[in-house]
């Protein structure tokens, strides 16, 4: 579990950096920050595009990606009067050689009628997004690589990159400089003439301020969650990993919400089901019961002494005439080997029990006839031989009440 855990940790703090050129022969510069784990940070350089594979374990970390500044276009556009930011890249083909359709523009700030944009040709993103996906790698964000070091007022920065020079000018601008140009140009072009350098110093006329010496593509690494500019945007949007991520998340969100609804949906219809079914059983068992049981409610058709009798037994006994009645019966005696109850019959306007049965010796109707005694008429089923019908009235019951 714990490498779980720190496996989470490290896909929401860990960061992977990658620069990478304009051909898959050029140098690709790679650096994993682990914040949690300092003095562990590694980086390195890989001769082509072909070794990105062996960052592969990486990719559940947030990737960086860096464009090299020599790929990208930096342009002030100054307008007179309001102009719709869509007419841009067409404004844009008059400062450069491209077709604008070819070019993914991003708008870096604006001030007032000013618009700094920043252009790549659409076809060298798509080859950097191909060489990640063969790499099993997805980038959260896409950045000039000179825009990733610090920024300066009044004074530009420099870091030496094998035989290049990465410069910033300003917030929104730099470019990249042959070493060997570096002396011929630079000293004619910067205003103030003042650069801080991370790297040994060129000899030239220029102010440098030094700072402590790194690996540059460790300063880029440090450096590059300030920059705020990502062209994982309008049509590249969708590769973005973060942009994944999210999508992976409402298609998930999605399932489990069309699953509750279907599960609860079920259980109310379920549970609908269940109540039909449950009305309809007690609906059942009730006229089962009151067809066995009657209870003196149901009993119809009474006069006003009815009533009262009805209310004074109800009184004294709880339950039902039907089941009072058939306890002054007690059955276990008739229901010795000798006796055969045939049927029980219940009438509700008579006020009236009756039970069948037959008799296989006849000599026991005696002992019943003794046992019951007035409580009871005995008497023969001449229809049907040695059955017998005994029967309760509620006269009679009043009767024998009064010898309780």
């Known amino acids: 579990m714990s490498n779980s855990m720190e496996k989470t940790k490290s896909i929401i703090t860990g960061k992977l950096v990658i620069r990478l050129g304009k051909s898959e022969d050029k140098p690709i510069y790679w650096s994993i920050i682990i914040p949690e784990k300092k003095g562990n940070d590694k980086h390195g ?59 993914h523009i991003i708008k ?10 920043a252009a790549i040709e659409k076809s060298l993103i798509h080859q950097w997004l191909q060489w990640l996906k ?28 094998d035989q290049q020079w990465l410069i910033r000018k300003d917030q929104v601008s730099g470019f990249l400089i042959n070493s060997s140009d570096f ?23 220029i102010h440098w301020i030094s700072h402590p010496s790194i690996e ?73 019961y009151n067809m066995i049981n009657p209870v003196a409610n149901n009993i119809t058709n009474i006069n006003l002494a009815d009533k009262k009798y009805l209310s004074v037994l109800k009184e004294r006994y709880p339950c039902s005439i039907f089941m009072q009645l058939m306890a002054k019966i ?30 296989i010796d006849k000599d026991i109707i005696s002992q019943l006839a003794s046992h019951f005694g007035k409580n009871f008429s005995i008497e023969v089923d001449n229809r049907k031989g040695n059955n017998f019908n005994l029967s309760l009235f509620k006269e009679q019951y009043e009767e024998n009440k009064k010898f309780d």
Not at 58 to 69: G, S
Not at 183 to 205: C, G, Y
Not at 223 to 238: M, R
């Open 45 to 103: 350089c890989f001769k082509n595009i072909h070794e990105l594979i062996q960052l592969s374990k990486y990719a559940h970390y947030r990737t960086m990606i860096l464009a090299p500044a020599d790929c990208i276009i930096f342009r002030r556009i100054s307008f007179v009067r309001k102009v719709n930011i869509k007419s841009i890249p067409y404004l844009l083909e008059e400062f450069i050689a491209t077709d604008a359709e070819q070019l």
């Open 108 to 117: 870096l700030q604006q001030q007032g009628k000013d618009f700094f944009i």
């Open 134 to 161: 063969s790499a099993k790698l997805s980038a959260d964000s896409l950045i000039p690589d000179i825009l990733a070091l610090p920024s300066f007022d009044d004074a530009w920065t420099a870091i030496k990159l």
């Open 183 to 205: 002396n011929q140009l630079i000293p004619h072009v910067i205003h103030p003439k003042t650069i801080h350098t991370f790297s040994t110093q060129e000899k030239s006329d």
């Open 216 to 288: 540059p593509i460790l300063l880029l690494a440090e450096n590059v969650d300030s920059v705020k500019i990502n062209f994982l945007q309008g049509e590249f949007i969708a590769h973005s990993k973060k942009k994944k991520y999210i999508d992976e998340f409402c298609r998930l969100s999605l399932i489990i919400f069309i699953f509750f609804v279907i599960f609860f949906s079920r259980l109310i219809f379920d549970g609908y089901k269940n109540n039909q079914h449950a009305e309809y059983i007690n609906n059942k068992s009730l006229d089962y």
């Open 330 to 359: 007690n059955l276990p005696l008739l229901a010795e080997p000798l006796v055969n109850i045939t049927e029980i019959e219940f009438n509700q306007d008579e006020k009236k029990l009756g039970v069948r049965f037959n008799l």
